[in-house]
């Protein structure tokens, strides 16, 4: 046995002995070694993407200023996702899977970001967070900045053609022809809504527009990064909802946050419902989920396979063993849509993409009959580790959950799918005109 792998192995076994029995929620299976981990990351804790010019239009009171440009990853949700690489280093390391106590071995720990200040800076933070003291973790993207990465931000091609009109009306389908329903569904939640952007029944946003966009029409439009998104009071109460988040998760005082408009964390919760909607509707409408999930989906099926397929990784050397992919939250629901996945980390909502969230697969091989497997996991800071900046390990581990794939679910084995099992499902899930050579090939 080398110097490293007892190393590794005894700073494990020191883990392990240090930690409760509760931690591991997620404990590999006797006789089972994890061999590879892919974990698709939504980017940290940003500020709006709209400037505030935009915003005051449609509230009545001006909303708050950042400290960055919009769309940045702000100082705090960089420090979050030092604090999640932390972990990951503790679990994976703990685990056996990279180096726990050293520098990994070069190529072994990769992240690919898409090409925004705020998944760069998320991709940095989580490997500065894994590995403070080590330089050979370069942190890869697309270099061309002039067209979209087509992982994260697909565009329309011939053989998938992303029409908004036919993506208009499979979402007005799943509405029922009309937003009539969606607005008896959601009546409460609008309602809260409009109050906080609006107290004292005010008309007029700060900015001149209507409050709330209040009998604006709803609609679907267009959206430069997203594909698709809603106009009107259901689109913007989507995006005062996500903002409410970012303000909490940022760690404003309670009397800021919401303009102090929000009784408890509950309530926070309730107008999320309004972008999970949005998100529901936009991201995961099967027909936009494939067009826009895909590529991604089918590359993170070639990167089980082959840790060399990992984006930007060279043909030779160490594969990729642990592999980040820092996207949006967008690219998490698309993939949650292609496979009918689900979780819950406590405090938000089911299946939100909280910030700093990661949907995780990760692959194991059983020792006695070489047999591959794959568990796929969520793992996000709750919302209060958030607001603590609280530190993580394996005694105050962040929110985790492992994620079921009903796909699957008549030939589990520990709770995981045979890996050949789970390439034939991912294959199913894809619409293979929307898989390019950037999505890899198994």
């Keep these: 046995m080398s110097i490293r792998v007892f190393s590794v192995v005894l700073v494990a076994s020191l883990l392990a002995a240090l930690m409760p029995a509760s931690a591991e929620i997620l404990p590999t299976p006797p006789g089972w070694q994890i061999e590879r981990a892919v974990l698709v990351n939504r980017h940290g804790v940003r500020s709006p993407t709209a400037p505030n010019d935009q915003l005051d239009k449609y509230s009545s009171t001006p ?21 999640m690489g932390g972990y990951y280093r503790v679990l994976y390391g703990g685990r056996g899977l990279v180096q726990a106590d050293d520098c990994p071995t070069a190529g072994t720990v990769a992240a690919w970001t898409d090409l925004s200040q705020r998944t760069r800076t998320s991709g940095a933070a989580l490997l500065a967070g894994m590995y403070p003291r080590c330089a050979n973790l370069p942190l890869r993207n697309q270099a061309n900045f002039t067209v979209p990465d087509p992982l994260f931000n697909p565009q329309p091609t011939a053989s998938c053609a992303m029409d908004l009109t036919a993506n208009r009306a499979a979402i007005m389908a799943r509405l029922g022809g009309s937003f009539a329903a969606a607005k008896r569904d959601y009546a409460t939640s609008l309602s809260m809504m409009q109050s906080v952007l609006c107290p004292s029944d005010a008309t007029r946003g700060a900015g001149g527009g209507s409050c709330g966009e209040a009998g604006m029409p709803n609609s679907i439009v267009g959206g430069t990064e997203d594909g698709v998104r809603l106009s009107g009071p259901f689109g913007f109460a989507s995006t005062a909802a996500e903002n409410f988040l970012m303000q909490a998760a940022e760690g404003l ?3 800021q946050v919401a303009w102090g408009r929000l009784a408890h964390d509950a309530a926070l919760r309730e107008l999320l419902t309004l972008h999970q909607l949005d998100q529901d509707l936009t991201q995961k409408t099967k027909p936009i989920a494939q067009q826009r999930g895909s590529n991604l989906l089918s590359l993170i099926g070639a990167i ?11 043909a030779t050397g160490q594969p990729v063993r642990l592999g980040f992919l820092v996207g949006h939250e967008s690219n998490i629901h698309n993939l949650a849509a292609l496979l009918n996945l689900t979780w819950q980390i406590p405090g938000f909502l089911p299946g939100e993409a909280s910030p700093g969230g990661a949907l995780a697969f990760e692959q194991f091989r ?62 199913e899930a894809v619409d293979p005109g929307c898989v390019t050579a950037t999505g890899g090939n198994y």
């Excluded at 909303?63 to 604090?83: A, H, I, K, N, Y």
């Design 63 to 83: 909303w708050p200023t950042w400290q960055v440009e919009p769309g940045f990853l702000s100082p705090r949700g960089e420090e979050l996702m030092r604090l």
């Design 253 to 255: 005082p309670k009397d």
């Design 304 to 314: 089980l396979v082959n840790g060399h397929s990992f984006p930007g990784h060279a």
């Design 366 to 427: 059983e020792v006695r009959s070489e047999k591959r497997y794959v568990r796929i996991a969520y793992y996000a800071q709750t919302l209060d580790e958030m607001r603590r900046r609280a530190p993580l390990d394996y005694r105050d581990p962040p929110g985790m959950v492992q994620v079921a794939l009903p796909a699957c679910s008549g030939e589990l084995v520990n709770n995981a799918c045979p890996l050949d099992t789970f390439l034939k499902i991912v294959k």
